[in-house]
Nanobody
Framework: QVQLVESGGGLVQPGGSLRLSCAAS????????MGWYRQAPGKQRELVAVLRGGGSTDYADSVKGRFTISRDNAKTTLYLQMNSLKPEDTAVYYC??????????????WGQGTQVTVSS
């Protein structure tokens, strides 16, 4: 079984910072691409940032220069450093990972989501 657990969300004032974490655990052989998505009320889920196995990254235009995606050396914990937060960043943030399980099966994993609210 594979689990992705996010943490680090909360309420922050505009201009503030938060760091989200996503810990992967379970029967994992390897993790390839990992990413962060978000979904605001009444909107579709959108990609925020992605980190590929080779280290390349991509960001949504709306967060470029403000958010940074990274991963720990063990490659089982994903981070999203969010700076200069804006009210429009308010959403539930989800971690996603492309995982190969110990049994060699591909698994598209999702976390339960963590709420980020940017408000004064």
């Amino acid at each position: 079984q594979v689990q992705l657990v996010e943490s680090g969300g909360g309420l922050v004032q505009p201009g503030g910072s938060l760091r989200l974490s996503c810990a992967a655990s379970g029967s994992i052989r390897s993790i390839n691409v990992m990413g962060w998505y978000r979904q605001a009320p009444g909107k579709q889920r959108e990609l925020v940032a992605v980190l590929r196995g080779g280290g390349s990254t991509d960001y949504a235009d709306s967060v470029k220069g403000r958010f940074t995606i990274s991963r720990d050396n063990a490659k089982t914990t994903l981070y999203l450093q969010m700076n200069s937060l804006k009210p429009e960043d308010t959403a539930v943030y989800y971690c996603n990972a492309g995982i190969v399980t110990d049994w060699g099966r591909a698994y598209d994993g999702w976390g339960q989501g963590t709420q980020v609210t940017v408000s004064s």
